[in-house]
């Protein structure tokens, strides 16, 4: 442990091989393929959600995909490089212990006793998710929608006038120009009790792939329905972008009841997409 942790504080074969010579640590090569069979133990595994994820339905879990830019700039915006990177999150338990974080000893030692029998590797060769091609079939169009009714658009908001008042003091906050008064957002956090559970937050295997592409949005989907089977839950919440979910709706019209069990969100831009897409429950005043 302590040649691994100079390695990743120093990233110094010298400093690792002085304090080996001591006898206080292991060597250098040693140190490698720790770290690469640790790697490749994660990669084998065949559980899709992270250690840190309880596998309980009475935690709400929930995932959530977007794009991940590798810093390449264009002038309009278009052929960049894009992954696709996905969050899982969920709720925390704080009244039973981490039994993730729990380790059985046995199992670990017969681990290392078959490992001892392999090969030495000090290299780590990724391994990528593999995004198999599938024509979509051609959706049907609905024959009714001009007879569908949106109760949704009648809807009134009972206290719009308070809301209309605090947005007013705000505006006259900063034309006055009075002293620490954040924006729009920070200003109506300050004035809501969020009453939220604490969630905890990690990351998924990442998809070297761009998220619009079809197959790749459904391969989240699967991904998503496969986490949904591991926690013991009937459905599970996936979040998107509006760009990825008009995909997701479509795969989940084309493959449909394949794919009833996910329930997609569209994320909110901006602040709010933020927060969402982090697996926090953010009630702004417009939702109340």
């Known amino acids: 442990m302590l040649g691994m942790a100079l390695k990743s504080l120093t990233s110094s074969r010298k400093i690792i091989d002085i304090i080996h010579r001591y006898g206080h ?170 009453n939220s559970p604490k969630q905890i937050v990690s990351y998924l295997t990442p998809i070297n792939e761009s998220p619009t592409n079809k197959s790749v949005v459904l391969e989240t989907m699967k991904q998503s329905q496969k986490i949904c089977k591991e926690v013991n839950q009937s459905s599970i919440q996936v979040t998107y972008d509006l760009a990825i979910a008009k995909v997701a709706l479509e795969m989940q019209a084309t493959y449909k009841p394949d794919l009833d069990n996910l329930f997609i969100h569209l994320a909110v831009p901006y602040n709010d997409g933020l927060l969402q897409s982090c697996g926090q429950n953010y009630h702004g005043l417009w939702l109340n």
């Open 25 to 194: 640590c292991i060597s250098y090569p040693g140190v490698e393929e720790l770290e690469t069979e640790a790697t490749y133990t994660s990669i084998e595994k065949s559980s899709v959600c992270p250690e840190t994820i309880k596998k309980s339905p009475d935690l709400c879990t929930g995932v959530a995909f977007d794009n991940f830019d590798r810093f390449v700039e264009t002038k309009t915006g278009k052929d960049t490089l894009h992954d696709t990177v996905g969050i899982i999150y969920q709720n925390v338990d704080l009244n039973t212990s981490d039994e993730s974080q729990s380790i059985n000893v046995s199992d670990a030692h017969n681990e290392v006793t078959l490992n001892l029998k392999k090969r030495r590797r000090r290299t780590f060769q990724g391994i990528s998710t593999e995004i198999s091609e599938q024509p979509l079939a051609k959706k049907k169009k609905s024959q009714n929608l001009e007879s569908l009714d949106h109760n949704g658009e009648n809807l009134q908001c009972k206290n719009l006038q308070l809301y209309e008042t605090i947005d007013t003091f705000w505006m006259l906050s900063h034309a006055l120009q009075l002293p620490n008064v954040p924006m729009w957002v920070g200003f109506n956090s300050l004035l809501v009790d969020n």
